[in-house]
């Protein structure tokens, strides 16, 4: 059996945990391109205040988007030990600024709570729920929800 099928028979999903500060966040993996080290980016005139740039990534242009920022968390002071996560958000490509990737983790809906009322609809447009694993809370991201469709043409 397949790894894509089993998984579906299974009803379980793969998400990449990455921390931002003292929280701790997870996308989708099959989102998710490659990881990679942090290079600085060369500045991009009038472009939305969360994209800190474009790297040139094997000959492609590739935004960077401080996640930090367009969370709402504060902007990022990258140093080397910041990574970049390439993703796919529909049919864009782009740089996810973070502080480091902390896990892979394997879940099924059950593991996923919902998120808590008190949310902004702001928040309730990126955030698909809650984790709470070995004491630790992670918010799924869905990253068509954090850069709507007119906002990821800028980026």
């Known amino acids: 059996m397949s ?6 028979v299974q009803g379980s999903r793969e998400l990449i945990a990455f921390r931002i500060g003292d929280q701790e966040f997870c996308v989708n993996i099959m989102s998710v391109r490659e990881i990679r080290g942090w290079t600085q ?6 472009a939305p205040p969360f994209v800190m740039g474009v790297i040139n990534l094997r ?11 367009r ?8 140093t080397a030990r910041h990574v970049i996560i390439v993703a796919q958000v529909r049919n864009k490509t782009v740089g996810l600024l973070v502080e480091a990737v902390s896990d892979i983790l394997t879940v099924t809906d059950e593991n996923i709570q919902p998120t808590p009322e ?12 809650i984790l709470a694993i070995d004491k630790r809370m992670i918010c799924l991201i869905e990253l068509e929800g954090l850069f709507p469709e007119t906002e990821s043409e800028a980026a």
């Open 3 to 8: 790894y894509a099928i089993k998984n579906l």
């Open 41 to 46: 980016a060369t500045p991009l005139p009038h």
């Open 59 to 69: 000959g492609a242009v590739l935004p960077i988007v401080d996640l930090s920022f």
């Open 71 to 78: 969370l709402g968390l504060g902007q990022a002071d990258p």
């Open 118 to 129: 008190i949310s902004t609809d702001h928040e309730k447009q990126y955030a698909r729920g």
